[in-house]
């Protein structure tokens, strides 16, 4: 089977820099995605790496270590927009492509 | 505009009731999904659909059921047997199940029990 873990809470200030660690054990690795959702709201898409690497997406970044199961989704100039929870996904060949989902990490922005 | 639309946004089902909640995608996407979501949990995978009538059991498909006998609709209905049917559930799109593919959410039904 699949298993992800990722911090419950994350709090932190306008402005700031906030990481959210995902590590993940899986038996065909196939890609890490990352997903935003705002209270009460259905998730969207925040980012995707099949490869090792840091992926820019302007405010947002995600980075993952194939060797470590481990990728991690940076979230920069935080706004107060950005409190959502943030759950990250991990898809497996041996499981039919399926989408496996951490119990989210929910941030808080204080101004 | 495109885009997944679910209905009833609220749903309350009493004591041995089945209920049907309604998906519908007009992206042109092949794959559909149900997902179930529990106060600070993720989502957890029901059924999901590559292609029309065709449908495969995900990790808690006891106690649902589902149909696709059109591209652009993928109906869960929450039967009896499923005896904790109160949560949040998710109706999901993607252009296919590839490895990289996004998936595309609906707003989402909310279920209650009486």
């Known amino acids: 089977g699949q298993s992800l873990e990722q911090p419950s809470e994350v709090t932190a200030v306008e402005g700031a820099i906030v990481q959210i660690n995902c590590t993940y054990q899986?038996?065909?690795?196939?890609?890490l995605s990352w997903y935003q959702q705002h209270d009460g709201g259905a998730p969207t898409f925040l980012s995707y790496?099949?490869?090792?690497g840091l992926e820019e997406k302007g405010r947002f970044s995600s980075f993952l270590s194939r060797s470590d199961s481990y990728g991690y989704l940076l979230l920069q100039e935080l706004q107060m927009k950005d409190s959502a929870s943030y759950f990250c996904?991990?898809?497996?060949?041996?499981?039919?492509?399926?989408?496996?989902f951490g119990a989210g990490t929910t941030v808080t922005v204080r101004a | 505009d495109g885009g997944i639309t679910q209905s009833p946004k609220y749903l309350f089902r009493k004591e041995g009731q089945n209920v049907t909640l309604s998906c519908e995608q007009n992206?042109?996407?092949?794959?559909m999904y149900w997902y179930r979501q529990d106060p600070g949990q993720g989502l957890r995978l029901i059924y999901y659909?590559?292609?029309?009538?065709?449908?495969q059991k995900g990790d808690i498909a006891e106690g649902y059921s589902v149909s696709r006998e059109k591209k652009e609709s993928f109906p869960l209905t929450v039967t009896s047997a499923q005896k904790n049917p109160t949560a949040f559930y998710l109706c999901?799109?993607?252009?296919?199940?590839?490895?990289?593919?996004?998936?595309?959410f609906g707003p989402g039904t909310r279920l209650l029990v009486l």
């Open positions: 659909s590559q292609i029309v009538n065709d449908f």
């Open positions: 996904a991990v898809r497996d060949r041996s499981n039919d492509y399926k989408l496996s």
């Open positions: 899986t038996s065909g690795f196939y890609g």
């Open positions: 999901a799109s993607s252009i296919g199940r590839g490895g990289s593919e996004t998936q595309y």
């Open positions: 992206l042109n996407h092949d794959a």
């Open positions: 790496n099949g490869l090792d």
